[in-house]
């Protein structure tokens, strides 16, 4: 079956620290993997990710994407409240997105 | 641009009875899709539309039709709601031309059906 994996399911920090958060999945030939970031509303686009060991950045989030490992982490590096909200991996096709179930996390002031 | 609009923000529904949400995109994007989020379940895709006057079965077609009424407009129509269909739905539209595979979303439309 074709599935997309998130772990862990639900994380608590604090602020300042940093999280990583992982994702696999199962097909081989895809278009692109995604992150979004969801907070109590529709999900907001972070990064695509195409080519493998490439890192992709955004003031402290950043991305890479291991095609041999069929995986991709995203990095937050001094967490700050702001940050709690629900991370989707999303893999796609070319026309086809395939969520995983997601990683809620809550970052304690 | 107002983006990918929705409506209705709200509806409550009783077993049995019908209705439409509507989707609208300004963006000249030419793929609209259709998902339902569930609890615990992440997003899952219901119906797309690659482009105007094509429409394909998602993860999750059944109880529902859509129509692409043009460019713009992709609506869903839950023909008889069943309490299983209590969820909130999302609409979001994708260029397709070019590098980018990002897809936009609406706000979402919460439906509880009783």
């Known amino acids: 079956e074709d599935k997309v994996v998130q772990s862990p399911l639900s994380l608590v920090v604090h602020e300042g620290d940093t999280v990583t958060l992982n994702c696999s999945y199962e097909?081989?030939?895809?278009?692109?993997l995604l992150w979004y970031k969801q907070e109590k509303k529709a999900p907001t686009f972070l990064f695509m990710l195409?080519?493998?060991?490439i890192e992709k950045k955004s003031g402290r989030l950043s991305s890479i994407l291991d095609k041999k490992e069929l995986s991709s982490i995203l990095n937050i590096t001094a967490t700050q409240t702001g940050d709690s909200a629900i991370y989707l991996c999303?893999?796609?096709?070319?026309?086809?997105?395939?969520f995983g179930t997601g990683t809620r996390l809550k970052v304690l002031a | 641009n107002a983006g990918v609009t929705q409506t209705p923000k709200f509806q409550v529904l009783k077993t049995g009875q019908s209705m439409t949400l509507q989707c609208a995109q300004d963006?000249?994007?030419?793929?609209m899709y259709w998902y339902r989020q569930d609890p615990g379940m992440g997003l899952r895709l219901i119906y797309y539309?690659?482009?105007?006057?094509?429409?394909d079965k998602g993860e999750v077609p059944n109880g529902y039709n859509v129509s692409r009424l043009n460019k713009r407009e992709f609506s869903l129509r839950l023909e008889s709601a069943a309490p299983s269909q209590t969820s909130v739905y999302f609409c979001?539209?994708?260029?397709?031309?070019?590098?980018?595979?990002?897809?936009?979303f609406g706000p979402g439309t919460r439906l509880t059906v009783l």
């Open positions: 979001a539209s994708r260029l397709w031309e070019g590098l980018s595979n990002e897809q936009f």
């Open positions: 097909v081989t030939n895809f278009r692109s």
């Open positions: 195409t080519s493998s060991g």
């Open positions: 999303v893999r796609s096709g070319t026309y086809k997105y395939i």
């Open positions: 963006m000249n994007h030419n793929s």
């Open positions: 539309s690659a482009s105007e006057g094509t429409t």
